[in-house]
C-alpha cells in the first residue's frame, strides 16, 4: 500500500555504542544526507567531551555520572510544555497556547539543539553539540532560550486558551 505511515519508533535500533533509543534517534536527526557514520562519530565524541570534563569537574552528587546521563538530562531539560499553535477564528488569528504530546517535546528539543549547533560557525561539530548539550543539563543555552520563549508565549496568550480544541 502507497504512502503507508510505518512506526519508526517501533522499527528504531538502539544505537551500537550507548544501546540507548533515545541517542539513536538523535543520530538519526543529526544525520544529514544519509550519512549516519558521521553523525555517530559526531555524537560519540561529543559524548567523550562531555566525560572529559565531567572529569574535570569536582565531585558532586548532583553531577551526572556519564555522557549519556547529561544527553538525557539535556532532552530533559529542552522539552518543552506548552506551545502555541495558530488558529483563525472568526476571521481573526489567535496564538492558542495548547499542551505538547511526549513525540512532539521530543522531536521539538532534539530540532531546537541541532538549529542551536548548526547556527554556530568555526569549531567542529562534535564540540558545537558538547557544548549545547553540556549547557542544556545546566539549564543554560541557545536551545533553553529557545523553550523558555516558548512558554513566555504561551503564558502571554494564556487568554486564548479557551479556543482550543
Known sequence: MAGRITSSDSQLRPDPKFHSRLLAKFIN?????G???A???VMYDALSEIETRLAK???????????LDVFERAIRNVKPRVEVR???IGGANYQ???QVTEKRQRALAFRWIIVACRKEKGRPMHMRVA??????????GKAMATREQTHRMAEANKAFAHFAR
Open 57 to 67: 569537574e569536582p565531585p558532586n552528587e548532583n553531577l551526572p555520572k556519564d555522557g
Open 39 to 41: 553523525a555517530e562519530r
Open 29 to 33: 536527526c543529526v544525520m544529514t544526507d
Open 35 to 37: 550519512r549516519k557514520t
Open 131 to 140: 557544548d549545547e548539550l553540556w549547557q542544556a543539563a545546566r539549564g543554560e
Open 96 to 98: 492558542v497556547p495548547i
Open 86 to 88: 495558530s488558529k483563525r
